[in-house]
């Protein structure tokens, strides 16, 4: 493999092309560039045009980080009720639209982790 998982997961975590190297894989804050603006490797893999790891990512961070803090204070009586499910919801949305772009990082960086001859700098070339 010319690119190994450690490369992979340190240039797609710090929103890098994993192929390439190269900045550039985002359109918007919300969006993937359908191809690397570099190298030209497909980043979307789905249809609708994003991973759908992000939203169990973005469930387990705000469950973690957000519902389970706000939880033992409303237990613990520092924190009203409805306050706590307003800011629970609140926190949550916030959490998810702010770690967005990290979320396809990681969802990115999974994928080609896991399948680095995905990459076509890795694709093992046809001996025919």
């Known amino acids: 493999m010319k690119i190994e998982r450690g490369e992979i997961v340190i240039r797609s975590l710090t929103g890098r092309c994993p192929n390439c190297g190269e900045f550039g894989m985002f359109k ?3 969006r ?3 191809h690397c603006t570099h190298c030209e490797m497909q980043l979307e ?6 991973y ?5 990512i973005g469930y387990v961070l705000a469950i973690l980080f957000i519902i389970i803090p706000v939880c033992i204070l409303v237990v613990k009586g520092l924190l009203g009720m409805w306050t706590g499910i307003s800011v629970g919801i ?3 949305v916030i959490l998810c639209v702010l770690l967005y772009p990290f979320m396809l ?3 990115i960086m999974t994928y080609f ?10 694709a093992q070339e046809d001996p025919t």
């Open 113 to 122: 982790a896991v399948c680095p001859l995905e990459l076509p700098k890795n």
């Open 32 to 34: 993937l560039h359908k």
């Open 45 to 50: 893999k789905e249809e609708s045009g994003f």
């Open 28 to 30: 918007t804050w919300f």
């Open 52 to 56: 759908f790891g992000t939203t169990s």
């Open 105 to 107: 990082c990681w969802v």
């Open 90 to 92: 609140i926190g949550s």
